[in-house]
Structure formats: structure tokens, C-alpha cells
């Protein structure tokens, strides 16, 4: 299975909820996690915040000053040799048949949604959890 | 985000059960059989809109929700603002406070990713008082989590299986059951 980065917007309302979508992703098993070129917050300083936070995931910025470097020592990507951008997907199958699309790339780059930590986490799940939702009660 | 119809899907979540209530059903099983259990203050934990700690705290508890779904805990936030919603993963999240009880319902632990289940466990067992009750209720098929994995994690973190029902009424829990409900409490 490819590798998961996760193109977080540089952006937020909470400080808080930013960086707890970057340790749930991390637990989740996303490999990677970038900021988009767009929104109004300096990128290298989120990216930073971040690294404080987790302790495995890789990080990207391709022009990253020596703080960061530190601060993210061999989690630091300046290259995405490899890796591909991908669509959010418009449900788990097609999730699944991306990840066996692009096995041999490196890594698959999903924008950030609040539906992919449940592709994350479950993606083996044979429905879309309708059921689920719906037969909360027993 | 919004469907076409132009409603959240957390506000599509909730439609279910307003549909339900408005032909006459009680959809508040959960609350019912949790206020049976006289807490002060529970922790909903993957609580989405909030559907069942808004209900709660309407009946008067100090509940708090955790859920790391934005577009569920905005509906939550905004049908009952007076209740606190946390948003954070529940495998990682860690609260000042601790709670009575803590609920794991609406099937919560099927959607923890399955090598992360007893961390959850784990980490809502620290948020409960000495005594406190974790309560869950999840659906069961094959490749659902099991009651018996439940009650080894459950047993793990300092919880002891108390009572287990197949529905919120407490209809009785045998083998061929399709839900469990299960209390637990903190040494």
C-alpha cells in the first residue's frame, strides 16, 4: 500500500482542533502531512507547531529555514519525489481501488476532509457505514 | 459541507432520528438507561451531533462530548451550546476533568481503527472517577469488535463488566444477539 500524505489547509479557527486533526492523522497512519499553498498562515510556523506534536509522521516544505529543519530533523521532506495527488475519493471502493492504483508511487496526497480519518482508520469496511450510523441503538 | 440538499452531514444524522421521534418512537433509549444509573456527569465519548449527550445534559448532567468529526460537533455546538464539545480523537484526547461515566455509544468502538481499540479504552478509563462506570453499546457481526475483546481491554484498564443487555431497554444478552450493551466499572 502507497503511503498517505494529507494536504492540511494553513489555516484555523482553534489552535487546539488544527493540531489535534495532525495527531488524530498521525494516529491514523497518514505518513505525510503538507499545508496547501493557500490560506492566510505562515506555512513553515504551522508546519513547526506540528512537529512539536507528533513524533513520526514526515512533514513537507520545500524551501524550510534551519529551525525547522531541527525541530523536524529526518521527518523533513523538501522533495515529493514520487509522490501523487490524488482526489478526494467519492466513497471507501473507490478509496481502495486508488490505493492499488498507485502502489508503486511513493505516496497518494488526499486533501484534508472530515471523511478521511474514517478511510484511514477502517478502510477495509465492507459498506458506508450507513448501518452503522443508522442501527445506533440496538 | 453539504450534501445537495444543502444540509450538513452532521444535520443529516440527526434527521434520522427526528423522523423517528416524530412517528411516536422513544429514541432516547441511551439516555434513559444511563439516568438509571444516577451520574452527575458523563463523558460522551464519539459523540457526533451530540445526539445523546444533548439529551442528557437537557435532563440536567454535566456532560461533556469528544469527537473529532468537525461537521458532527458543529451541529452539536449548535443545538446545545450549554454542553461542552471537545474536538479531538478519543484515543488521544486528555481532559482536566474526569466524569461519572463515560459512554461509548452509537457504535464508536467499530469506528476506532482496530489496532487502536484498547488505547481507546485505555484513554477514556483514565477520565473516570474511582467507582465510575464506562458505559458502551455497539453493533456485532462477525467483523465487528467482539464482547469478549472488549472485556479483556475493558479488564486491562481497570474495568470490570458489571451487566451486559442486548438493547438500551435491557432486553436480555445471549450468544445470538446483533448489539450489546455493556457497563463496566472502575476499581
Redesign the interface.
Known amino acids: 500500500m502507497p503511503k498517505i500524505g494529507v494536504r492540511l489547509l494553513a489555516s484555523f479557527e482553534?489552535a487546539?482542533?488544527f493540531l489535534?486533526?495532525a495527531?488524530?492523522l498521525e494516529?491514523?497512519?497518514a505518513g505525510l502531512l503538507l499545508l496547501d499553498e493557500g490560506g492566510d498562515l505562515d506555512r513553515e510556523m504551522l508546519l513547526a507547531a506540528i512537529a512539536a506534536v507528533t513524533t513520526g509522521v514526515s512533514l513537507h516544505h520545500a524551501e524550510a529555514g534551519e529551525t525547522l529543519r531541527r525541530l523536524a530533523g529526518d521527518r523533513l521532506l523538501t522533495e515529493l519525489d514520487g509522490w501523487r495527488d490524488v482526489p478526494f475519493p467519492a466513497d471507501r471502493v473507490a478509496w481502495r481501488a486508488t490505493l492499488v492504483e498507485e502502489a508503486s508511487s511513493a505516496g497518494v496526497i488526499v486533501a484534508m476532509?472530515?471523511r478521511l480519518?474514517?478511510l484511514?482508520?477502517?478502510p477495509d469496511?465492507?459498506d458506508d457505514?450507513s448501518?452503522?450510523?443508522?442501527?445506533?441503538?440496538? | 459541507m453539504t450534501n445537495q440538499a444543502g444540509r450538513s452531514r452532521g444535520d443529516l444524522y440527526d434527521s434520522v432520528y427526528e423522523r423517528r421521534e416524530a412517528a411516536g418512537e422513544n429514541v432516547h433509549g441511551e439516555a434513559d438507561f444511563i439516568m438509571a444509573l444516577e451520574p452527575s456527569s458523563v463523558l460522551d465519548a464519539g459523540c457526533g451531533t451530540g445526539r445523546i449527550g444533548r439529551e442528557l445534559a437537557r435532563r440536567g448532567l454535566r456532560v461533556t462530548g469528544v469527537d473529532i468529526d468537525p461537521e458532527m460537533l458543529e451541529t452539536a455546538r449548535r443545538k446545545s451550546p450549554e454542553a461542552s464539545w471537545i474536538r479531538h480523537d478519543v484515543t488521544l484526547v486528555q481532559l482536566a476533568d474526569r466524569f461519572d461515566a463515560v459512554l461509548m455509544a452509537g457504535n464508536v468502538i467499530n469506528f476506532v481503527q482496530p489496532d487502536r481499540r484498547s488505547l481507546a479504552i485505555a484513554n477514556m478509563a483514565t477520565h473516570i472517577i474511582p467507582g465510575g462506570l464506562l458505559i458502551d453499546g455497539h453493533r456485532l457481526n462477525e467483523t465487528e469488535v467482539q464482547p469478549a475483546d472488549y472485556d479483556k481491554w475493558a479488564a486491562a484498564s481497570g474495568l470490570a463488566l458489571v451487566s451486559r443487555w442486548s438493547t438500551w431497554q435491557r432486553d436480555p444478552f445471549d450468544a445470538s444477539s446483533d448489539f450489546a450493551v455493556s457497563v463496566y466499572r472502575k476499581a
Open positions: 482553534s487546539a482542533e489535534a486533526d495527531q488524530s494516529a491514523a497512519g476532509d472530515p480519518l474514517d484511514l482508520r477502517n469496511v465492507e457505514r448501518t452503522d450510523r443508522e442501527l445506533a441503538q440496538g
